[in-house]
Every structure is written in structure tokens, then in C-alpha cells.
């Protein structure tokens, strides 16, 4: 394998000095442990592909003791830049000062780490603040000046996606005193939390006659959600409102079959800013800002779900 | 017999009681009960229905526990079962198949259980502790990592089904403690497996077959975790490798506990477990209902079970009965004949 990289490099500098030889692009990648992660290394691949750069793909099992050893041999293969979606955000100090050393830039993906920013060339990301503010303008713009009831299923206490999300979407309703913010409660980020956290919110509620609209951090809750707003008998999508955050292939489905409203895309695909950065900065050294936020885009039952969820569910969701 | 038995579980029937009055007064209408399109809809109904997988998890722990082990893979085990259930179904393989793979998936599961801590000998908490790591990467494997979503009406209506108005899972951990009581009390099983929980060894010379017993009463385990794993998998249409089942063998131990069984191995009461699980659903409901910031979801319920446990604790009892008989004016004598349930094990 190395031998064949060597005689590649080794015959593309020999025939096409200075034409778009292949770039090699190491990735250390966390590890597979949602679906989002999966899809993210799946359009990582695609995008490495369609830009002919020779990846270098290191899964790191959620440890960081991995994903230096995995820098540390992209380094010593010399590679032209290496892709970085750390696993927490401290200890990056010294191995990153090495990459620096070995002129090789690194770009970060979808995490921050608390290293100085000269160490890294740049990193994308999305704004989880941003996410929950659209979730919440759509809400605005949808109910118009009508009194709406929210509950609001939020993610794993204390996270930050958790946090950041729920003030987002504070920020976008203040100011608008028709909606109103009458249950918030974990639902953990899953299902089946999601589920049963929602069948307490329909007891409380007067059965849900008193709720107008559901806000869920992600959309596996709101899809847990779905069911138990199913069994207690009202029609989700249309007696109660349902916007939530991701846009995984399943809440296109549910998009599709008029049961859920809209969803705000967190995408797996950082990977394409990613080398739109680094072709700039290999052509003439142009530096990116040190943060790219990702679009956070909005799908509504508009935009035509059932295709999205065709396109979305071979990514490894 | 029957006030034998009562008495074993009055402590649960009045904590389950006290708990109950507690939501009450932070949630009025805890205990309304409607009828809507022909089933039974409350907090209650819902308790009842959510209680299903630590019921039922509490059932087999119950077992193993009398027998002087332990089981941490029964979360792991639920999330497997969910995943071949999940899996034989999308491919189309039909329900019967489905559920008889989970279900033996749940008795493999226990198998291998049995065998690290009845044949090689392996420490109960370190024997199920290898399935409980391993087990969620094999529940990955087998849904490929994704939340294996699926439609089918037959297994969706185990976790969301109802019959005459009552939820399906509640049936289903109902029939399930009924049966296992039965089976342990009608015959000489639950005496058996407590004679090994309380000495393997000199039951062992007694002529009880201790190898075979524990092997199945780990199987047992295994089951109880397969029908959990298809109600968990059943109720949100869906087989969640990474989420379900996480942590709950935790909860099934503390129904246990708070069943009043020892962890020392012993007498056992399938009936104070499920009574136990129950009381922990009801304090995980009520702060739903109650509405309080999550925050303090976990430290009510650490609270709530600290003091639980605190009021059932036997030298709390037993000290308080010397304290009484103390104030009444009798003899040291009397308090000192005083029965002290479970000193004797310590």
C-alpha cells in the first residue's frame, strides 16, 4: 500500500509538476457512535472522491490516545493536510505543535478544541445556537399572532447542544407573547425517552387539547414523540405543530406522511467546506476565517421529503 | 399463608402508597382514569405500561439475586433482543420468526451467563459484566449502527397494543410474575435456588443439582430481558442499539432492593420486586407529571429511594422496635429476643 502511495506520488510529480496532482488527506474520525457520525465519514468519503484527494481514513473508538497516534502517522507519512473531528477538546496542544512543525495544515471538523487557534488552519462547524433560533422563527412565522402552547423536549442535561439549542430557540420567540414555553423536560436525546417524556406532557396537558406545538432538540425525540401524540389520539403535524433539529432520514418520512412539520439541518457534510478551505490554501495560500459555520438549513413538508429521505437514508444515518 | 405473604410485602404496598399520595399532591389528577376509543388512558394506565421493562427485568433479577448472583448484561440483553427482533422483521422474516429469535437471543444470552459463573466459575458481577460491555457493540452490529425503524402492526402492538382496555406490556409483566411465582412456589424450584444462594456448596452435597439450576436461573434472566427488549423495541417502532435498555439494569437491581431482597443470596419475593419496580416508575412518572426543570430529575429520585431505603432498612426497624419497647416501660429481655431479619447473613 505505502510502496503503491510512494510510486503514485513519486509518477504524479514526475509527469505533472504543478498540474492538480492527487492530495493526500489524512481523517481522524471520533468513531461510528451515532448515526449522524456514520454519514458524516460516508460524505467525508464522497467528497474526497469527487475531488480525486487520496484519503486516509483512522477511526478512533471515542478514544483520544487513538486519534494522536493517528495524527502522529499522518504526520509521518506526510500528508498534505489532516482532517480532525476531535473526541473532547483538551490535550491537543503538543501533537498539534508537531503537525505545525511538519508544515501540515488541520482543519477541524465539527467539534472545537481549546488549543490556541494558530495551531489549526481552520474549523467547521454549525452554530447549535443558530439551529434553534431558525427552529424558532419558523414557529413565529408559523402561528402567526394565534396563542401557542410549546413543549419543548430537550437534549441530555447540561450538554451543550442541549443548552445552546433551547436558547436559540428562546431568542427567536421573545418578543412574540402569544407563544408561550409551559413544559420543558429531557427527553435524553432518544426515542423512547422522547416517547414517554411526551405521554407525560399529553397527561399534563389536558390530554394535549392544550398544547399548539412541539419543539425537539433532535428528531428522534420528536419521532418517539409522534407515537405518543398517535396513541393518545390526536393527529401530529396538524392538532399539535412538531419542529425539530437534524434532519435524519427518518423525520423526512415522517415529514412525508404529514406528521411532523419541519426540521433544521445539522449536516453531515463538513467536509466539504473543509477542502474548499484547504484548495484555496494549497493554490495561494489564502487562510480561511478561523471558524466556517455550516448552513443550518430548513425543510418543511414543502420540500418535498420523500426525495430528501431517498437521498439521505444510504448515507449510514 | 395468604397473611404470610400480605406481610412480606406491606413495606412496598406502603411505600407504593406513600409515593402514590406524594405525586397526588404535586399532581392532582394523578390518579383520573378515562376510557378513550375502548382503553383504559391515566398516569396510572401509563405507569402501569412504563413499569413493563423494569417489571419484568426485576422478575428475572429477582431469580438470580436469590441465588446469590448478579446480572448487569439484562440492559444489554434487551437492546440484542430488540435488534434480531428489529432486524428479522424488516428482512421479512414474519412475526413468529421475529419474536422467537429475540427470544432466543434472550436465552443464549443467559446461557453463556450461566456458563462463566456455574461451569468455569467466574464472579457473577464480573461474568455478566463482560455481556454487558460487549453486548451493545454486538445490538450495533446487528442494526449496523442505525435505529432500525420498521412498521410492522403485529410487533408495534406488544408495546402499544392494548386488550379489554389494558395496555399489552402491563399484561405481558403481569403474566409474567404471576407465572414465575407460581412456577417457584408451586414447586420445590424457589426453594431450591434459595438453598444456593444461601450455600451453594451444601446444597450441593444435599442433592441439589446447583450446575443446572443456576445456568437456568441466569436463562431466566435472559428471557425476562428478551421480552423487555420487545416492548422497549415494540413501543417506539424502532430497535435503538445504543439506547435501549441503558442503565435499566441498574433500576431492576434497585427494584430488587427495594423488594427487600438481600443481595446476599436467599429468600426471595418475586411479588415485593415487581412492587419495588413499580414504586421506581412511579417516582420517574410522577417528576415527569410534576413538571419540575430536569435538573432534578435524578437527585428526586436519589432522594426518594435514599429514604426508602433508609425506612426499610432492618437494624432501623429493629432498633426502633428496642426504642419503642424501651419507652413502654418492659424488660431488656423482650427487645433482645427480637427477630433481626437478615443479621444473620451479614
Request: with cysteine.
Amino acid at each position: 500500500m505505502k510502496l503503491n502511495g510512494l510510486l503514485a506520488t513519486a509518477a504524479a510529480l514526475a509527469l505533472t509538476a504543478g498540474a492538480a496532482s492527487a492530495q493526500t488527506v489524512g481523517f481522524s474520525q471520533i468513531g461510528s457512535e451515532s448515526g449522524w457520525r456514520a454519514a458524516e465519514t460516508t460524505l467525508t468519503k464522497q467528497q474526497a472522491e469527487e475531488r480525486g484527494i487520496d484519503l486516509k481514513f483512522s477511526d478512533a473508538q471515542q478514544k483520544q490516545e487513538n486519534q494522536i497516534a493517528a495524527i502522529r502517522s499522518f504526520v509521518a507519512q506526510g500528508v498534505d493536510a489532516i482532517l480532525l473531528a476531535p473526541v473532547v477538546a483538551t490535550g491537543w496542544d503538543s501533537v498539534l505543535e508537531e503537525a505545525q512543525e511538519a508544515e501540515i495544515p488541520v482543519v477541524l471538523l465539527d467539534r472545537q478544541v481549546d488549543s490556541s487557534d494558530d495551531l489549526y488552519l481552520t474549523a467547521v462547524g454549525s452554530d447549535l445556537v443558530h439551529e434553534g433560533n431558525v427552529a424558532g422563527q419558523w414557529l413565529v412565522e408559523t402561528v402567526g399572532d394565534k396563542e401557542c402552547r410549546v413543549v419543548e423536549l430537550q437534549g441530555t442535561t447540561g450538554s451543550s447542544p442541549a443548552i445552546d439549542r433551547a436558547n436559540g430557540f428562546r431568542q427567536a420567540i421573545e418578543g412574540h407573547d402569544n407563544i408561550e414555553i409551559v413544559r420543558s423536560q429531557t427527553g435524553d436525546f432518544t426515542r423512547a425517552q422522547g416517547k414517554e417524556v411526551m405521554e407525560s406532557f399529553l397527561q399534563a396537558e389536558n390530554g394535549g387539547k392544550d398544547i399548539c406545538a412541539l419543539y425537539a432538540h433532535n428528531d428522534d425525540m420528536a419521532v418517539g414523540a409522534i407515537q405518543a401524540i398517535k396513541e393518545a389520539g390526536l393527529n401530529p403535524g396538524e392538532d399539535i405543530l412538531i419542529v425539530s433539529i437534524d434532519a435524519v432520514p427518518d423525520i423526512f418520512q415522517a415529514m412525508a406522511d404529514g406528521d411532523a412539520n419541519a426540521t433544521v439541518e445539522l449536516t453531515p457534510n463538513m467536509a466539504g467546506p473543509a477542502f474548499d478551505a484547504l484548495a484555496a490554501y494549497w493554490a495561494d495560500g489564502t487562510m480561511p476565517p478561523k471558524f466556517i459555520q455550516t448552513e443550518s438549513k430548513l425543510y418543511t413538508q414543502a420540500d418535498d421529503p420523500m426525495g430528501q429521505y431517498e437521498a439521505k437514508k444510504g448515507l449510514g444515518y | 399463608m395468604m397473611p404470610q405473604a400480605l406481610r412480606r410485602v406491606l413495606p412496598q404496598i406502603l411505600t407504593l402508597a406513600a409515593v402514590v399520595m406524594l405525586v397526588t399532591l404535586v399532581f392532582p389528577t394523578f390518579l383520573s382514569i378515562s376510557v378513550s376509543d375502548g382503553r383504559l388512558v391515566g398516569p396510572v394506565i401509563d405507569i402501569l405500561k412504563r413499569g413493563a421493562p423494569i417489571g419484568l427485568l426485576a422478575i428475572g433479577m429477582t431469580l438470580v439475586i436469590a441465588s446469590r448472583g448478579i446480572d448487569l448484561s439484562v440492559g444489554t440483553v434487551m437492546a440484542i433482543c430488540g435488534a434480531v427482533a428489529a432486524t428479522a422483521i424488516v428482512n421479512g422474516w414474519g412475526l413468529g420468526p421475529a419474536l422467537l429469535l429475540a427470544l432466543a437471543a434472550g436465552l443464549a444470552a443467559g446461557l453463556w451467563n450461566g456458563f462463566l459463573v456455574a461451569v468455569i466459575g467466574i464472579q457473577p458481577i464480573v461474568a455478566t459484566l463482560i455481556l454487558m460491555t460487549a453486548g451493545r457493540g454486538i445490538a450495533q452490529l446487528i442494526t449496523e449502527g442505525r435505529i432500525l425503524t420498521f412498521s410492522h402492526p403485529g410487533l408495534a402492538f406488544l408495546g402499544s397494543g392494548s386488550l379489554f382496555g389494558i395496555p399489552v406490556p402491563a399484561l405481558l409483566w403481569l403474566a409474567a410474575a404471576i407465572a414465575v411465582t407460581l412456577l417457584m412456589r408451586r414447586t420445590a424450584l424457589g426453594l431450591l435456588i434459595e438453598a444456593i444462594g444461601v450455600n451453594r456448596r451444601a446444597s450441593a452435597l444435599a442433592g441439589v443439582n446447583a450446575r443446572v439450576l443456576l445456568i437456568a436461573v441466569y436463562m431466566a434472566s435472559g428471557l425476562c430481558a428478551a421480552v423487555a427488549g420487545l416492548i422497549a423495541t415494540a413501543d417506539i417502532r424502532g430497535a435503538d442499539a445504543n439506547n435501549a435498555g441503558l442503565w435499566l439494569e441498574l433500576d431492576a437491581i434497585l427494584a430488587v432492593v427495594i423488594g427487600g431482597n438481600s443481595l446476599m443470596g436467599g429468600r426471595f419475593s418475586i411479588a415485593a420486586s415487581v412492587l419495588g419496580a413499580l414504586i421506581i416508575q412511579t417516582i420517574d412518572t410522577g417528576i415527569l407529571l410534576a413538571g419540575f426543570p430536569s435538573e432534578y430529575n435524578l437527585v428526586l429520585k436519589a432522594a426518594l429511594v435514599i429514604i426508602i431505603l433508609i425506612l426499610q432498612s432492618p437494624r432501623l426497624a429493629a432498633d426502633w422496635q428496642l426504642w419503642r419497647r424501651s419507652r413502654s416501660g418492659l424488660s431488656g429481655s423482650h427487645a433482645a429476643a427480637t427477630p433481626k431479619p437478615k443479621e444473620s447473613l451479614r
